[in-house]
């Protein structure tokens, strides 16, 4: 069965604490994997597209990897403006396929 | 940038009312999904639509049809609202085709008393 598995749930940093979030898949022809930024009250907001195993994209503070199984989403010293939930999604034929997140909280 | 618009931010209507939920974008995007999401539930895909006039249930299609006679415009009908479909609704859209991302619009929080 096609699924995406996001670790931790949650996950609390201190100010320049550096982490990684998870993203295991198990799917069918991977069509591309996709990470999203959720804030309280608004829809995802796209941050990265990573297609091949190996593949790595940078956007200021965040990076993301991508391996044949799973992708993370490293945030290397955050700030307090980082704390939001993190959604990865993937696309294996025309379904997409997306986990339940992991809320990230950067304390000051 | 990609803009994807809907109609309300919040709404409440009553059960059994039929309602409403319209959704725009600008980028000129094949496709268009409306998604329920729910806490501990993620996003669920009700609909998507990848030309106008075509229509694919997604995987909680029940309660709900949708319409696409425009290529920017996606509608979600709540045929008779009940209040298990109290719950936050997202419209995305995208370009057909292989590593796509979906970009998504803010939402409509739909409450039914």
């Known amino acids: 069965e096609d699924q995406v598995t996001q670790s931790p749930e949650a996950l609390r940093l201190q100010e320049g604490e550096s982490s990684s979030l998870n993203c295991s898949y198990t799917v069918s022809g991977l069509r591309g994997l996709f990470w999203y930024r959720q804030d309280p009250g608004k829809g995802p907001e796209f941050l990265f597209t990573?297609?091949?195993a190996g593949e790595e994209k940078e956007k200021e503070r965040l990076k993301a990897t991508l391996t044949k199984k799973e992708s993370f989403l490293h945030i290397t010293a955050p700030k307090p403006e980082d704390s939001a939930t993190y959604l990865c999604a993937v696309q294996a034929g025309n379904q997409f396929y997306f986990g339940t997140g992991t809320s990230l909280t950067v304390i000051p | 940038d990609v803009k994807v618009t809907q109609s309300s931010r919040y709404l409440v209507k009553r059960t059994g009312e039929k309602v409403f939920l319209e959704c725009v974008q600008d980028?000129?995007?094949?496709?268009m999904f409306w998604y329920r999401q729910d806490p501990g539930l993620g996003l669920r895909l009700i609909y998507f639509?990848?030309?106008?006039?075509?229509?694919e249930k997604g995987d909680i299609p029940e309660g709900y049809s949708v319409s696409r006679e425009k290529k920017e415009r996606f509608s979600l009908i709540l045929e008779s609202a009940s209040t298990n479909q109290t719950s936050m609704y997202l419209c995305?859209?995208?370009?057909?085709?292989?590593?796509?991302?979906?970009?998504f619009g803010d939402g409509t929080r739909l409450s039914i008393l």
């Open positions: 639509s990848y030309d106008v006039k075509m229509k």
């Open positions: 990573l297609y091949s």
């Open positions: 995305a859209s995208s370009f057909a085709g292989t590593n796509q991302p979906q970009h």
């Open positions: 980028m000129d995007h094949e496709n």
